[in-house]
């Protein structure tokens, strides 16, 4: 189904990255965008945007999802696309990540995400239309070495959105789940943790990545359009995922060589 124009569009962790791309593009196609982010007040590259409102919302507590829900009964009297995309970087080797450090990424990742589809469902199945898009990772997917805690969060993601896949099918609302691999986006950030020659790794595949966020986005809302579940956003994201399910021997034995190469240098 296409992106209308006049579409409402409620986007979290829109200040910066794949948000921001999103909240761009969307507010160019003539989408009323809701922008959310932990910010007090929206940034200048969301203030500029035509037909994009701003509210703070800290996808960790409760009081701030029940306000953005107010907003858009008042203002909209409905939503059409939830966009679940608020996150955090972390990872490191199991025993040099804290688990203050895992109760963060929970937080944020996985819990800020079930937040948001626990307080929209029920408007969504009420209209008997509309569709959630959560933000995971190609790493929801996939599991390389020295990522335990974003694995485990960005897995939980996929299957949060596989289960609402079915259970909200009955009500005609749909449920996408975004998987990207490595992009340029400010993510590098928020890393956390002890293991500073993992969060260097991560560092630099991140700063050195030719995709853009806004390339991102334009895939995203081309496989939302389209109704696609799982949204793979680059070849490397595909065809490890593919090896996964096919040739998981050669899977293996690649993540084995990562492993120990990692070792190696630490």
């Known amino acids: 189904m296409s992106i209308v124009p006049q579409s409402r569009v409620l986007i979290t962790g829109a200040a910066s990255g794949l948000g921001l791309a999103l909240a ?14 932990v910010h007090p007040e929206a940034p200048a590259a969301l203030d500029a945007l035509r037909g994009v409102s701003y509210l703070t919302l800290d996808v960790t507590q409760d009081v701030d999802w029940s306000r953005a829900r107010d907003w858009v009964v008042k203002q909209w009297d409905g939503l059409d696309y939830l966009f679940n995309n608020a996150g955090v970087a972390a990872g490191g080797r199991i025993e040099l990540t804290e688990m203050d450090q895992w ?18 469902t029920p408007m969504l199945k009420a209209q008997g239309a509309g569709h959630i898009i959560n933000t995971s990772s190609a ?3 996939i599991h390389p070495p020295r990522m335990s805690e974003y694995n ?9 959105s596989e289960t609402l896949f079915h259970e909200l ?16 986006t400010n993510l590098t950030g928020s890393l956390r943790g002890k293991d500073e020659s993992a969060q260097a790794s991560a560092a630099k595949l991140i700063d050195s990545s030719k995709r853009t966020a806004d390339e991102i986005a334009t895939i995203v809302l081309a496989r939302v359009e389209k109704g696609t579940h799982i949204i793979l ?32 240098r630490d």
């Open 233 to 264: 956003t680059d070849r490397e994201g595909k065809l490890a995922y593919a090896a996964k399910r096919w040739l998981r021997p050669l899977y293996n034995r690649e993540m084995a060589k990562a492993a120990a190469r990692m070792g190696r």
């Open 103 to 120: 109760q963060w990424i929970v937080d944020i990742n996985l819990l800020g995400v079930a937040r948001g589809c626990r307080t929209f």
């Open 139 to 141: 790493a929801g997917l």
């Open 169 to 184: 099918k009955p009500f005609d609302v749909n449920v996408s789940v975004v998987c990207p691999t490595f992009f340029k």
């Open 152 to 160: 485990a969060v960005k897995a939980a993601v996929v299957a949060l």
């Open 24 to 37: 761009t593009q969307l507010a160019g196609r003539g989408c009323r965008v809701l922008a959310t982010d």
